[in-house]
């Protein structure tokens, strides 16, 4: 079942909208969202669609829904502040680049954080660099039940967090930490997508 853990933090007239990755959750952005409203800004952590439950909920969904469920959060949120700025992790960077790309007129602002365009990060095995096939397995419907795993530092430096964070993903709670592997159609879905949001880059024009 699939938990709501979306987080709000009042601020400012200016507010931030964050998007989590792939597999991800919202708590992965609490600490940036922490920061920001520091600096005097709202923050609004939204929730990806088919996150925070388990793999058949993410697999009930494509990019497109993800991408509808941020359009979503983000038509939300604009009539809440005078300035919307939106910044996201891994995919969810790629998310926020569409959104500025499709809505100049309601993102004055982009955060990018390690935007994913292609998934060969150092700390993924072997077979996970070969997933620019994946689309294609996808089409045909192969690998459904097949997951890339990361291993470890799972791009965290902090030790303790990192086997917190490790803890929860492999407790099953997918809410507290996400999933503990990326499923092969849903990698498929963010290829699809990342190739979509490359060709509309040169119509972002906000502040990144």
């Not at 439950?53 to 697999?59: A, C, F, M, T």
């Not at 919307?84 to 955060?111: E, I, R, Y």
Request: proline share 4%; hydrophobic share 40%; aromatic share 10%.
């Amino acid at each position: 079942m699939i938990q709501n853990v979306e987080f709000r933090l009042e601020g400012g007239r200016s507010g931030v909208l964050l998007i989590h990755g792939l597999t991800g959750t919202p708590t992965e952005m609490r600490l940036v969202g922490k920061g920001l409203n520091r600096a005097g800004f709202s923050v609004y952590g939204m929730q990806l669609a088919g996150h925070c439950g388990n793999v058949e909920d993410l697999l009930s969904t494509g990019w497109r829904e993800w991408y509808a469920s941020v359009e979503a959060a983000a038509e939300q949120f604009r009539h809440e502040v005078d300035h919307l700025f939106v910044a996201g992790l891994s995919m969810g960077a790629v998310l926020a680049l569409k959104l500025a790309a499709d809505h100049p007129d309601w993102v004055k602002g982009v955060g990018v954080y390690g935007a994913t365009f292609r998934y060969d990060g150092w700390a993924i095995p072997w077979y996970g660099r070969l997933s620019f096939m994946l689309p294609l397995l996808h089409r045909f419907g192969i690998g459904k039940h097949r997951m890339v795993h990361e291993n470890e530092p799972y791009g965290i430096r902090d030790e303790r967090l990192r086997a917190q964070i490790s803890s929860a993903m492999l407790s099953g709670d997918s809410a507290a930490a996400g999933l503990p592997g990326n499923p092969w159609p849903s990698l498929g879905e963010m290829y699809n997508m990342a190739a979509v949001v490359r060709r509309e880059l040169p119509k972002v024009n906000a502040c990144h």
